[in-house]
């Protein structure tokens, strides 16, 4: 599982968590101002059957988003190359 981020000017505001089952299996904070970072969360089987189970949270503490009014920041979760889910907002 593979995070792209791009934080916006305030990156020490953006902290995400990616959980299995409710439990946290992997997190980030405390970016530098316009941060741009490809994070590699290990190797995780994920159980495409039962998708569910996971669940990733990203926060901006300040309330603002990501984008657009303080930098263009953004996120895309990957699995296996491919874009499983993405925002910014």
Known sequence: I??????D?????????LR???SIIESGSQYSKSAMANINLGCHTL???????Y??????TYG??????????FYKLKADG???KEGGD
């Open 55 to 60: 669940e990733f949270i990203i926060k901006d």
């Open 64 to 73: 603002d988003g990501m984008c657009c009014d303080y930098g263009d920041g």
């Open 20 to 22: 299995d089952y409710g």
């Open 2 to 7: 593979q995070l792209e981020l791009q934080t």
């Open 9 to 17: 000017y305030f990156g020490e505001e953006t902290s995400w968590e």
């Open 82 to 84: 491919k874009v499983i």
């Open 47 to 53: 159980d495409y059957d039962n998708v569910n189970r």
